[in-house]
């Protein structure tokens, strides 16, 4: 059944008590474990980072069930802090007992935020990324524990970059479902064509939409707009995140969204760097995509440009939550603008 | 990613404005018209009952887009009045002038508990039906028109009879997901089998859940345990909707779980009475079924009682949202009691 869903404010002690709730169900740790892109890469980048973990401190921040930990101590870590603030820390600490590494694998209860450790760290490694990168990720607190935590100079931060793409698709399931009021006619002598027009009001939204691209669904080669040095990014600039972006489309289609997805980089000594990619070009991840839908689809032919200024920042509803504005032009047109949020469904439902 | 969600309390109107808002959105509308079982089921009994259509006055309770409303003109019907209280009214006002059926049916926008008709009617015709027959259903709405509305003797409800079924299951998806944390071991160098338990909590916990179940899943005949006579069943009765029933397993399974739907009848003079089944054994509808899960698997063998009561009752928290309590014995086992809601993200999400 469909949900239509109304903003509600929430202070923001009850925004974290239910964000951290939400990560107390099996489910979510199942997605992100069976998720082989992301826990093999992370899985590859810690063992081939082992010359700066052998031997030294690590810090997990939001460790989950600890898989991160155990990958660390496997690499030889000589102690990791692993920082969880919801209840899977119990789970977590099961785990490690299970795996025998209650020695090297500290489970800390409580966010990075107040915990104290007992000395500096010489790695952080951290999987904090959220939907379109920032949509309630942990990425404040990543460099909130860099600054308190993280020995310099020296330490190492695992993935060290991140890299946001935008690019214009076609969804045909949008294709499909405006077109699905004509066909209605046919199937049972009813015309309901006139419905088309509250259909397009009501998918064409503006909602953030976590959504699988395809590859045949992208319409130019993705723009990167925006890139942050885990090193050096401040709260402050996560505050709004923009770029520019061109694209140039491939041939003749009808825009109907923009999909915005992100990779990560984990550097490797010696070694090419890492890249856990999100990208409708690279195998699926939990994080998909995220899909802003155009008011209306717009057509373009071969080397039509569309370009434009992205911007994300956090919602005033919740910080956790972001918010996307897109400025863009495609081909003559004249310029657009569009605000897209991710709909309250997803802080609702961790009510 | 997984929401955890905890329960709140509405008061009843705003419960109403959210439970009418829901249903403003195009998508559940795409929805129902898309499930031809449904929507082809509704439009043969009311082409099959033309005779008592035919010059005759109809009230269509919670008319949506008004399709129903427009099968009734099409059946010959004199005036269908249209009675919807969500925004989608406005819709059903297009498509019925779109139809040229302006004269025929007047769509009404409000509550059937207080708009006022200008005389009584020969047939009511309503798709009030709900997940699990009753979940958010309209069947009170449809009971307050009968009362008020309805001519008698000889008025026409269109369906007039809802039966309730419920059957073990194994529902090899749990299966599967219980079994997940087995394997990390091998994929990861990580040994998380003792997630199981948690993940057991977690999956097979007291939610209702809307499911597919398939053939293959169904472990007995599924057992009829409640029948409504929709000409004489009284809103006190639905208050509590409870029956036995016993089941005799096919052969060697697990069961973890309950699966209950419904279907309802509608009456053909002169022919067999047509039915609209959500039954696992016949084509899917936008109802799938409704699977509740045991705290753990049993084992069962061919021939293996399982017996018991259920009772369904709606919920404190919202009257639109059910319960179903199951008392059950499976073989040997001591009696067990387990009680079922559906989740607030239902609710939540549409508010």
Redesign the interface.
């Known amino acids: 059944?469909?949900?239509?869903?109304?903003k509600?404010k929430l202070d923001k002690s009850r925004q974290d008590s239910l964000y951290f709730?939400?990560y107390?169900?099996?489910?979510?740790?199942?997605?992100m474990?069976?998720d082989?892109v992301r826990?093999?890469t992370y899985?590859m980048a810690i063992l081939r980072n082992s010359e700066c973990i052998r031997g030294k401190v690590v810090l997990d921040v939001g460790a989950g069930?600890g898989?991160l930990s155990?990958?660390c101590a496997?690499a030889g870590a000589r102690k990791v802090y692993a920082v969880e603030a919801c209840s899977i820390a119990e789970?977590a600490e099961?785990?490690v007992k299970?795996?025998n590494m209650e020695e090297k694998i500290q489970v800390i209860r409580g966010t990075v935020e107040t915990v104290d450790l007992p000395e500096k760290v010489d790695v952080i490694v951290s999987e904090w990324m959220g939907?379109a990168l920032l949509h309630e990720s942990m990425l404040n607190s990543v460099l909130y524990a860099r600054d308190k935590w993280l020995q310099q100079p020296g330490g190492v931060i695992l993935p060290n970059k991140a890299e946001l793409y935008i690019t214009p698709i076609c969804d045909p399931v949008v294709e499909d479902?405006l077109h699905?009021?004509y066909t209605?006619k046919d199937?049972?002598?009813?015309?309901?064509?006139?419905?088309s027009d509250?259909?397009t009001?009501?998918?064409m939204n503006s909602d953030i939409t976590v959504n699988s691209v395809t590859v045949e669904d992208v319409l130019s080669h993705p723009a990167r707009f925006a890139e942050l040095d885990l090193n050096t990014v401040t709260v402050e600039e996560l505050r709004s995140v923009k770029g520019d972006f061109t694209c140039e489309c491939f041939g003749s289609a009808a825009v109907n969204a923009f999909c915005v997805y992100f990779t990560v980089t984990f550097p490797c000594p010696d070694k090419p760097a890492l890249v856990l990619s999100t990208s409708p070009f690279k195998p699926e991840t939990h994080w998909k995509q995220a899909v802003l839908y155009l008011d209306v689809p717009v057509d373009v032919v071969q080397d039509t440009l569309v370009t434009g200024e992205v911007s994300m920042y956090p919602s005033e509803a919740s910080a956790r939550h972001i918010c996307i504005h897109v400025d863009y032009t495609i081909g003559e047109q004249k310029k657009q603008s569009k605000t897209f949020s991710i709909p309250?469904?997803?802080s609702?439902?961790?009510?």
Do not use: L, P
């Open positions: 059944m469909s949900h239509v869903v109304k509600r709730d939400s107390s169900d099996v489910t979510i740790h199942e997605e474990i069976a082989h826990t093999n899985r069930t898989v155990i990958f496997q789970q099961k785990i299970q795996n939907y479902r699905f009021w209605v199937q049972y002598g009813v015309d309901m064509s006139c419905m509250f259909a009001k009501c998918i309250d469904w997803s609702e439902a961790q009510i």
